[in-house]
């Protein structure tokens, strides 16, 4: 019923940036999108997974864990049903397996996840 379909990850040395994309597909966001939130989290080498920075399709702002904010930028593109994540001035920690993730309103689970896209960051 909903597919998230990420894209945009690779290597890239420290200070730069990288964009990340995230499709939103299926019937269910289709028809339901307003009732998503988006979310961007990571897994960073023999580490928990962490969230990054989320969004509603509803509407208002993005946001972020405080190692994102000010370097990291969510946004979304209602017609392309993709969010974007801009990642600018990139760290050796940031290194990770980025995994896009949606949730409907009301629930606290995320339960549609993307496939992941590795970011390495090489100093």
């Known amino acids: 019923q909903g597919q998230l379909v990420e894209s945009g990850g690779g290597l890239v040395q420290v200070g730069g940036s990288l964009r990340l994309s995230c499709a939103a597909t299926?019937?269910?966001?289709?028809?339901?999108?307003?009732?998503?939130?988006m979310a961007w989290f990571r897994q960073p080498p023999g580490k928990e997974r962490e969230f990054v920075a989320a969004?509603?399709?509803?509407?208002?702002?993005?946001n972020y864990a405080d190692s994102a904010k000010g370097r990291f930028t969510l946004s979304r593109d209602n017609r392309q049903n993709t969010v974007y994540l801009q990642m600018n001035n990139l760290e050796p920690e940031d290194t990770a397996v980025y995994y896009c993730?949606?949730?409907?309103?009301?629930?606290?689970?995320?339960?549609?996840w993307g496939q992941g896209t590795q970011v390495t960051v090489s100093s």
């Open positions: 993730a949606a949730k409907s309103r009301g629930n606290t689970e995320y339960l549609y």
């Open positions: 299926g019937l269910t966001f289709i028809k339901y999108r307003a009732l998503y939130t």
């Open positions: 969004i509603s399709w509803a509407g208002g702002g993005a």
